[in-house]
């Protein structure tokens, strides 16, 4: 028997209390019921400065940079919410991204280790009435323009506050069954597209 896929799962929002957090939780969920290997992560855990390429010629890649790209090439697909500010991918996650195309010196110069060949589902939620979906636009063109098949399916959830109940759950079993469903999605199409 084969082993399972490996997901990694992470939201595009520094805030403790974010939506997006909550809603990526709740996707690893239906991942791991699907059978894949999921690793949820807080990129607040892998603080990074803002790409600067003369800090990298002085100080190479910092050691939290390598860490996340040490879980990038160990997985197969990744799951992420990403929160839409001002019509676009966040700060954060663009920051995370960029980085992580940086070679380290055994690798290719733009040879993309930590993504090309991957999967990726994205979602969003936001208070606003289109839950981040205009985010989502930034984020695939980006992830698919290194190398990401990103699947077709994503879900944006509007009125976050009140999608969510007090324990981060949402209310609405529609959108649970949903979110559940692009989870399966990815964890599929991972393990089809994978040796």
């Known amino acids: ?3 399972p896929i490996k997901i990694l799962a992470f939201a595009g929002s520094a805030r403790l209390e974010s939506f997006n957090k909550k809603l990526v939780k709740i996707a690893a969920a239906g991942a791991t019921g699907a059978g894949a290997e999921v ?3 807080d990129l607040l855990d892998y603080p990074m400065p803002l ?6 010629a002085k100080d190479g890649l910092p050691e ?6 040490a879980l990038l090439k160990s997985h197969q697909g990744f799951l992420i919410s990403c ?12 920051n995370a991204i960029d980085w992580a195309t940086r070679p380290e010196p055994e690798e290719t110069p733009m040879g993309l280790n930590c993504f090309k060949g991957k999967v990726a589902a994205l979602l969003a939620t936001s208070p606003g009435a289109l839950g981040g979906m ?16 990103v699947i077709p399916e994503q879900k944006a959830i509007p009125r976050a506050y009140q999608a969510f109940d007090d ?6 079993e529609k ?20 040796p």
Do not use: C, W
């Open 1 to 3: 028997m084969s082993s």
């Open 51 to 56: 790409f600067n390429e003369d800090l990298e």
């Open 83 to 94: 929160p839409e500010y001002n019509g676009s991918i966040t700060p954060l996650l663009k």
């Open 64 to 69: 939290s940079v390598l860490q996340f790209k």
């Open 134 to 149: 205009r985010g989502l636009v930034h984020v695939r063109a980006i992830l698919e323009g290194i190398g990401v098949l």
């Open 167 to 172: 324990q981060g759950n949402l209310v609405d």
């Open 175 to 194: 959108q649970v069954d949903a979110v559940g469903a692009i989870a399966t999605k990815l964890a599929t199409v991972t393990a089809k597209l994978s």
């Open 39 to 41: 690793t949820l992560i």
